[in-house]
């Protein structure tokens, strides 16, 4: 399941009860990016890099996002993501996460279902759907 990053928690929590200095908007994209070793509500993990690793801005809006779910909880990838055709062999990708706009601050992350090992010319991508954001 995806977590939410302590720092965006605190975002989200003061923007929702009114917190003075802390207003919110959503932002206009997300740096959706592959991890070798995840990260956590606290920490960044180890995000890939080299041999073409780039990660993939995706704009933040219902055509790529599709509408929340029952009780407005859950929202999935509505367009494929694809990450930039490696040139060398990458880490193995264990996890993912969604960076702000200022690549910067990871605001949600979660482990893929099977880590990937990416050779030279592979192509990672999530199919539709295949990345689901749940607040229960």
Do not use: C, H
């Amino acid at each position: 399941m995806p977590g939410w990053t302590n720092t965006y928690e605190s975002t989200i929590s003061n923007f929702l009860y009114g917190a003075v200095g802390s207003p919110m908007t959503a932002p206009a994209s997300y740096q959706i990016a592959l991890f070798s070793a995840a990260p956590t509500d606290s920490t960044g993990g180890t995000e890939l890099s080299g041999n073409g690793y780039a990660r993939v801005t995706v704009t933040n809006n219902t055509t790529n996002w599709g509408a929340a779910g029952s009780g407005g909880a859950a929202r999935s990838n509505a367009t494929a993501i694809t990450f930039p055709t490696a040139t060398g062999a990458w880490s193995a990708a264990t996890s993912w996460g969604a960076f702000l706009p200022d690549g910067t601050t990871l605001s949600v992350y979660g482990d893929l279902t099977t880590p990937k090992t990416l050779a030279n010319g592979d192509t990672a991508s999530f199919a539709i759907g295949a990345l689901s954001i749940t607040l229960d």
